[in-house]
């Protein structure tokens, strides 16, 4: 086990390191180790001894980076932080500052899947990759990005939001969860949904826990599906007018559902229940 803290200083690369054939990396970290860095910044010269660097850091190990900042002040780096192993932890107020690609989480060969967890304050500008067969694991519970974040990329409770901060708008997370869908469109509450939903269209509700303690008077006239699994998430209570409703092979719990004036709801295959369970 390592910790190198930098005291605040700048360590700049001003000599390459590597596999054979391939040393264009600045710092390079080893698997089965554990690794912590902080403290400090990390950047690199533009030109090491005849050689350009294309990565400031190539991870194998378990490491850590707390306030740290890795800033990419050349045109040819490619990656800031490279993981192909391990698990990452970037905490503190960590920045990470690149026009490429910020940090990936990269199935690299036969090692071991690494797994990024990212929970800093600070601001991680440039891209980020993701191996297709990994993507989980990625777990994003804090931080500002300049690059769009995946659902599967946020860590559990969380959900992709933004945020601006200094007249600047960035990609971040929040705590939440979403309990239904329209076509691709997700919704943090049954009540987004409903008055979204259009003619023909079919709200899909998730499997969640949780309740809406509200009342909605929906008057349209269109017709609508909800389907789902969701008995242990109280929905709003619902009173129809005008619409024709079709509740669909789902599950749901509703503590009232009331149809006035032209309005017709049609429960197939469905079993719903009440505020007392039944």
Same mark, same amino acid.
């Given at each position: 086990?390592?910790?190198?803290?930098?005291?605040?200083?700048?360590?700049?690369?001003?000599?390459?390191?590597?596999?054979?054939?391939?040393?264009?990396?600045?710092?390079?970290?080893?698997?089965?180790?554990?690794?912590?860095?902080?403290?400090?910044?990390?950047?690199?010269?533009?030109?090491?001894?005849?050689?350009?660097?294309?990565?400031?850091? +190539?991870?194998?190990?378990?490491?850590?980076?707390?306030?740290?900042?890795?800033?990419?002040?050349?045109?040819?780096?490619?990656?800031?932080?490279?993981?192909?192993?391990?698990? *990452?932890?970037?905490?503190?107020?960590?920045?990470?500052?690149?026009?490429?690609?910020?940090?990936?989480?990269?199935?690299?060969?036969?090692?071991?899947?690494?797994?990024?967890?990212?929970?800093?304050?600070?601001?991680?500008?440039?891209?980020?990759?993701?191996?297709?067969?990994?993507?989980?694991?990625?777990?994003?519970?804090?931080?500002?990005?300049?690059?769009?974040? +995946?659902?599967?990329?946020?860590?559990?409770?969380?959900?992709?939001?933004?945020?601006?901060?200094?007249?600047?708008?960035?990609?971040?997370?929040?705590?939440?969860?979403?309990?239904?869908?329209?076509?691709?469109?997700?919704?943090?509450?049954?009540?987004?949904?409903?008055?979204?939903? +259009?003619?023909?269209?079919?709200?899909?509700?998730?499997?969640?826990?949780?309740?809406?303690?509200?009342?909605?008077?929906?008057?349209?006239?269109?017709?609508?599906?909800?389907?789902?699994?969701?008995?242990?998430?109280?929905?709003? *209570?619902?009173?129809?007018?005008?619409?024709?409703?079709?509740?669909?092979?789902?599950?749901?719990?509703?503590?009232?559902?009331?149809?006035?004036?032209?309005?017709?709801?049609?429960?197939?295959?469905?079993?719903?229940?009440?505020?007392?369970?039944?």
């Amino acid at each position: 086990d390592i910790t190198i803290d930098f005291n605040e200083k700048t360590y700049t690369f001003n000599k390459t390191v590597g596999s054979t054939g391939t040393t264009t990396l600045g710092l390079q970290i080893l698997k089965d180790n554990n690794v912590t860095l902080k403290n400090g910044t990390l950047t690199s010269t533009a030109v090491v001894e005849g050689k350009e660097v294309k990565m400031l850091v +190539q991870n194998y190990a378990n490491l850590t980076l707390t306030d740290m900042n890795l800033v990419d002040n050349t045109a040819h780096i490619l990656y800031a932080l490279s993981n192909n192993s391990g698990t *990452v932890n970037i905490n503190g107020a960590t920045n990470i500052t690149t026009d490429k690609v910020a940090f990936d989480v990269c199935k690299y060969a036969s090692y071991a899947a690494p797994t990024v967890n990212v929970e800093t304050t600070g601001i991680i500008k440039g891209a980020i990759e993701v191996t297709a067969e990994i993507n989980n694991n990625l777990n994003i519970s804090g931080g500002l990005f300049t690059a769009q974040i +995946q659902e599967a990329w946020c860590a559990e409770g969380y959900i992709p939001t933004t945020t601006t901060v200094d007249g600047v708008t960035y990609n971040t997370v929040k705590e939440g969860k979403y309990v239904a869908q329209i076509g691709t469109t997700k919704y943090e509450t049954f009540a987004a949904a409903l008055a979204a939903v +259009q003619d023909g269209e079919i709200i899909e509700l998730f499997d969640v826990e949780g309740n809406e303690n509200t009342e909605i008077n929906f008057d349209r006239k269109i017709s609508f599906t909800i389907k789902g699994q969701a008995p242990k998430y109280a929905l709003p *209570v619902v009173t129809f007018t005008n619409a024709k409703v079709n509740i669909e092979g789902s599950t749901i719990l509703i503590p009232e559902l009331d149809a006035r004036q032209n309005a017709t709801i049609n429960v197939i295959s469905s079993t719903v229940y009440d505020a007392g369970g039944n």
